[in-house]
């Protein structure tokens, strides 16, 4: 599904060069549940940004589904990023006027769907994540948990086929982070390919393949 091969990403800070990713490389097959585990600093969050087709690399290859990556115009980037990749985030990123649902649909709606056929559609994934006696309520009247669960719900609508998560328990109490890796095993075993990008072994463990980040270099 993914193939990175000797991945490298170079900013130019004046007249200093910061090599932040080295000859990165690895593979992810469909139905990978993978964490990406690093201190600040290792070039995790550069390296995200990538597989997100947030960022480009400055040399290597990269495929996404058979397609090379490193090859896209902007466009391209796009419309892998909207289409293919679903992304949660630690501060969870919630249009705060909006209600759960009218978060969830989002996506479905700037894809030109109806608001009735997004409702539809998305009535599954609150279900999934446990959110339908929420759905009316807006983020600042749910639990840092639930609004997660909302996040991972508005990940998911657009069936993508990378769910990629930077720090989901960050900025979660111990034991609703713990709740929030049990939806995401039940999400992989259901087909779900996932990628989480974290600085804790704990979080890193539930997995079931590490790949260790350190000084820009994967070190296993």
């Known amino acids: 599904m993914i193939r990175m091969e000797k991945v490298n990403k170079i900013y130019s800070l ?11 490389s690895f593979t992810v097959e469909a139905g990978d549940f993978i964490a990406i585990l690093g201190p600040s600093g290792s070039g995790k969050s550069t390296l995200m940004n990538i597989l997100g087709c947030m960022d480009t690399m400055d040399s290597g290859t990269f495929q996404f589904e058979d397609r090379e990556v490193g090859g896209c115009n902007a ?3 796009s419309w892998i990023r909207n289409q293919k990749i679903g992304f949660v ?3 969870f990123n919630l249009i705060p006027q909006y209600t759960a649902l009218q978060n969830i649909i989002m996506p479905l709606l700037l ?3 109806t608001r009735s056929e997004a409702i539809s559609k998305a009535a599954e994934y609150i279900k999934l994540v446990g959110l339908t006696d929420r759905v009316h309520h807006k983020p600042k009247e749910l639990s840092g ?6 996040a991972i719900a508005r990940a998911l609508v657009t069936e993508p086929s990378l769910l990629l998560a930077d720090e989901p328990t960050g900025s979660l109490d111990s034991a609703t982070g713990r709740e929030i890796l049990a939806l995401f095993h039940n999400l992989n075993s259901r087909g779900h390919t996932i990628i989480v990008i974290s600085h804790d072994h704990q979080v890193a463990e539930q997995s079931k ?8 270099k994967l070190v296993s």
């Open 14 to 24: 004046g007249n200093e060069r910061l090599h932040v990713l080295k000859d990165i």
């Open 145 to 150: 948990g639930q609004q997660q669960r909302v």
């Open 111 to 113: 894809q030109g769907m």
């Open 89 to 91: 985030f630690q501060k």
């Open 209 to 216: 393949r590490i790949l260790s980040l350190f000084d820009g």
């Open 75 to 77: 466009q391209e980037l």
